[in-house]
Nanobody, 126 residues
Framework: QVQFVESGGGLVQPGGSLRLSCAAS????????SGWFRQAPGKEREGILC???????????DSTDSMKGRFTISRDNANNTLSLQMNNLKPEDTAVYYC????????????????WGQGTQVTVSS
């Protein structure tokens, strides 16, 4: 059974940190680009970061640099998991966070996914 399951979301105060994880089963992240996306209430889903399966490079879809220096993506091939480390969180980071996998980061940023998770809620509030 193919699954891509996020975990690690929750309520955090501004300035705090969270680490999201996404466990893949039924397919190997070795063969897919994988990335993180988020969707805030009333807004469109936006790309965050993606890591290429071919060369391990990371790519950002953050056109405003609002997450630059705060969010880091990583992949653990041995455990077939994808992670997103989020530091110095701000209220505007509140959203449902999703992981997804596909043939290339450029394709993922067009929101064309082969596999995607159900999402995990991140709420940043005091």
């Amino acid at each position: 059974q193919v699954q891509f399951v996020e975990s690690g979301g929750g309520l955090v105060q501004p300035g705090g940190s969270l680490r999201l994880s996404c466990a893949a089963s039924g397919f190997s992240l070795d063969y897919y680009a994988s990335g993180w996306f988020r969707q805030a209430p009333g807004k469109e889903r936006e790309g965050i970061l993606c890591i290429s399966n071919s060369d391990g490079r990371t790519y950002s879809a953050d056109s405003t640099d609002s997450m630059k220096g705060r969010f880091t993506i990583s992949r653990d091939n041995a455990n077939n998991t994808l992670s997103l480390q989020m530091n110095n969180l701000k209220p505007e980071d509140t959203a449902v966070y999703y992981c997804a996998a596909g043939p290339a980061c450029a394709v993922l940023f067009l929101h064309e996914y082969d596999y995607w998770g159900q999402g995990t809620q991140v709420t940043v509030s005091s």
